[in-house]
């Protein structure tokens, strides 16, 4: 199983960034898909889900701003992230629900 993710970089507050996620070596319809945060010295959080009917969960820091999507022709998950905040600031990562298994990561970088 692998899971490119792509799309990070660096955007100003307030800005837009869209995250990209292709699985590979999976059935992808048939999983959820979520994707996790991270900054140095604290614990991988949750950010979104989406099951494999479509049904998605945010935490409450980016309700409203956030939208996790899934393309299953293209076996892709993706996070659109609206009005970002220095604390968006993160790597964020992929990951396939219920398993192991995790994108590498993608650095965004939200500048105050």
């Known amino acids: 199983v692998q899971l490119q993710a792509s799309g990070g970089g660096l955007v100003q507050a307030g800005g837009s960034l869209r995250l990209s996620c292709k699985a590979s070596?999976?059935?992808?319809?048939?999983?959820?898909m979520a994707w996790y945060r991270q900054t140095p010295g604290r614990q991988r959080e949750l950010v979104a889900t989406i099951g494999s009917r479509g049904n998605r969960n945010y935490t409450d820091s980016v309700k409203g701003r956030f939208t996790i999507s899934r393309d299953n022709a293209r076996r892709t998950v993706s996070l659109q992230m609206n009005s970002l905040k220095p604390e968006d600031t993160a790597a964020y990562y992929c990951?396939?629900?219920?398993?192991?298994?995790w994108g590498q990561g993608t650095l965004v970088t939200v500048s105050s």
């Open positions: 070596g999976i059935n992808f319809k048939l999983y959820g």
């Open positions: 990951k396939v629900e219920s398993t192991v298994f």
